[in-house]
């Protein structure tokens, strides 16, 4: 180890290892790495672990208390909680995942032309995130749903196509301001085209927020399904946290407790790890964006 | 100058609303199936639905179809907008005070130690609170308090508070008011958070600190005094996204509101009451925008009318 100040001990780094080192320095991204990992692993890695997974119906274990044998407790047909919990993951985290996705693309693509398209784009684009802002995201999902008989893959579509003005009108905010910019007129001034300069100049410096619209995206889709599911009109039941929850509530009253706080504490450890992961991201990119601080 | 923000702002209410029902009209007349058999209901003999057509004009053209059905959503949303809606507007406005009252709480005491474990801790635990479906929060909150400890009911009020005395209402509404506060502290933290790093820059906090005032101080009297005005409009724009909460905390406390309503109608496949419910529940979060919007335009008489 050097005993030198790190400013003389090394040349200045490249941009991309300067990000990396600040973000492998990063207590946030630590921690909600390692509980994103772990959460990925439980649902996805961790049925294959469980001798109770598969078992549907186990007369002789019904509404047992947490032991050793069954760490959560079973349920009224015997089924083990955790063995549940694992596997019932793994609908509300794809899901998420493809409706963020789906939301985030159509966003940045949206925000994008809003904020670089000239005029008559942008205020078209605006009254239309107006109009799907304006109204509970909940209430046309819920009504598509019913109408057309919930799945898995209609939700999905439905969840996205309601998502996306939300992430539209933050990247069209931040495209307004980076086009001001001097390196763009530059840009132009060189003989760049317009989607040349929309791909290589602006979509990069708005990538902060575009990654920290899209970890924000993925919560509330995550919640937004979770909400139609537990009323009864989104994912299928009965393998996944909402509708484990709504089908173990009366349960639940009549003294189970052992049900009551596993499908809860599961959702906010999958959405608290991808937010932490997105601000590390976003301080990684773009550290002034801390507010305090220095660069 | 104020006359005309008012009516711009109005007009363009009015449009968005108008935007809703189109939609909403066009995506039933998309849809693959038979519109009057779906609003007269699944076990309605051929004769009602034949009557329902009739009644709704599908033998018109589209625009006239549309013109009757604003008009007759005229004659039965506004009874049932009447009938649910004051409820769900307690809920709404007593579930936002608590959580921006926290919010304010935790800010102060985050901005008096940045950086400081406090600090990191309260920012968690709001977005924990966000991050945990608010059913799941509901149902908990019932479980707890009402169910074990057997302190507050577990359902919520369905009564207004002149016929059933305002302590019992109250008592009602904690628990409903509390799960929706919960889900939206997170909001009003990030809110009040970015007022008070703004404002600890500005001229006059440092006036106020030039002239010695204690640190806690400043925050609480300069800054988020200067924070609280501005909150209305957070209100206002925050109201269509606490709405998808409101749906479901009505629905786990039992209260009679817009949303839960909604849902019965939805599972009970009564299309044609839930389409007047979700263009009500539209009007009723786009007029609250255009409220929180005009309280502020009268409230701070420097407000921009651009």
């Known amino acids: 180890m050097s005993t030198l100040p790190q400013t003389f001990a090394s040349a200045p780094a490249p941009r991309a290892a300067r990000r990396w080192r600040r973000l492998l320095r990063d207590r946030e991204f630590w921690f909600g790495g390692v509980l994103l990992i772990a959460i990925i692993g439980f649902a996805f890695l961790g049925p294959a672990l469980d001798p109770h997974v598969g078992e549907h119906y186990d007369m002789a274990a019904q509404t047992l208390g947490p032991s050793l044998g069954h760490l959560l407790g079973t349920n009224v047909l015997g089924q083990d909680e955790l063995a549940q919990l694992m596997v019932g993951g793994q609908s509300p985290i794809i899901a998420g995942v493809l409706a963020a996705a789906v939301a985030s693309l159509i966003g940045i693509a949206m925000g994008t032309i809003a904020g670089y398209g000239g005029r008559l784009a942008d205020s078209a684009l605006m009254r239309v995130t107006d109009v799907f802002l304006s109204v ?119 003294g189970q407790w052992w049900l009551v706080y596993p499908p809860g504490i599961a959702f906010a450890v999958l959405l608290l790890s991808v937010h932490l992961l997105g601000e590390a991201v976003r301080h990684a990119l773009n550290p002034l964006s801390l507010g305090h601080g220095e660069p | ?106 800010a102060f005491a985050q901005a008096r130690r940045p950086n400081s474990l406090i600090d990191r801790a309260a920012s968690l635990a709001a977005y924990v609170a966000y991050a945990l479906p608010s059913f799941w929060v509901g149902f908990v909150l019932i479980y707890v308090f009402a169910l074990q400890l057997l302190w507050l009911p577990a359902t919520g009020p369905n009564l207004d508070p002149s016929s059933q005395g305002i302590a019992n209402w109250a008592t009602e509404m904690v628990l409903p008011a509390m799960t929706l506060a919960l889900s939206t502290i997170a909001l009003w933290l990030t809110y009040f958070g970015g007022a008070i790093e703004e404002a600890l820059h500005s001229e006059y906090v440092r006036t106020a600190r030039a002239k010695g005032l204690s640190e806690g101080r400043v925050i609480l009297a300069h800054v988020l005094r200067n924070a609280l005005l501005p909150a209305i409009t957070i209100a206002g724009m925050s109201l269509p996204t606490l709405f998808n909460n409101v749906i479901v905390v009505e629905w786990v406390f039992a209260m009679q509101g817009l949303g839960s309503e909604l849902i019965y109608s939805l599972t009970g496949f009564d299309y044609s009451r839930a389409v007047d419910l979700v263009m009500v529940i539209g009007a009723f979060t786009i007029l609250g925008s255009l409220v929180a919007d005009l309280l502020y335009a009268l409230a701070d008489p420097r407000i921009k009318f651009s």
């Open chain 1, 136 to 254: 509970p995201q909940v209430v046309p999902i819920l009504l598509i749903e019913s109408l057309l008989g919930a799945s898995t893959k209609s939700l999905i579509i439905v969840v996205a196509l309601t998502a996306w003005p939300a992430t539209a009108r933050i990247v069209r905010a931040r495209t307004l301001v980076v086009r001001q910019q001097p390196f763009i007129e530059a840009a132009i001034a060189g003989g760049a085209s317009r989607s040349r300069v929309l791909l290589h100049h602006i979509v990069p410096n708005v990538l902060d927020e575009i990654i920290v619209a899209t970890t924000n995206q993925f919560a509330n889709v995550v919640l937004i399904m979770a909400i139609c599911t537990f009323i009864g009109l989104g994912l299928p039941p009965p393998w996944n946290w909402a509708s484990m929850f709504a089908a173990d509530m009366p349960n639940i009253i009549s």
């Open chain 2, 1 to 106: 100058m104020m006359a005309r923000y008012i009516a711009r702002r109005v007009l363009e209410a009015t449009l968005t609303l108008l935007a809703v029902g189109f939609a909403t009209f066009g995506l039933l007349h998309a849809l693959p199936y038979n519109l009057a058999a779906i609003m007269a209901g699944p076990t309605a003999p051929p004769a009602v639905v034949a009557q329902v057509a009739r009644e709704m004009g599908l033998n018109l053209p589209l625009p006239a179809q549309f013109g009757l059905w604003l008009r007759q959503l005229a004659a039965t949303g506004l009874p049932l907008a009447a009938r649910f809606a004051p409820l769900t507007l307690e809920l709404l406005v007593l579930g936002s005070v608590l959580a921006a009252v926290a919010a304010f709480a935790m």
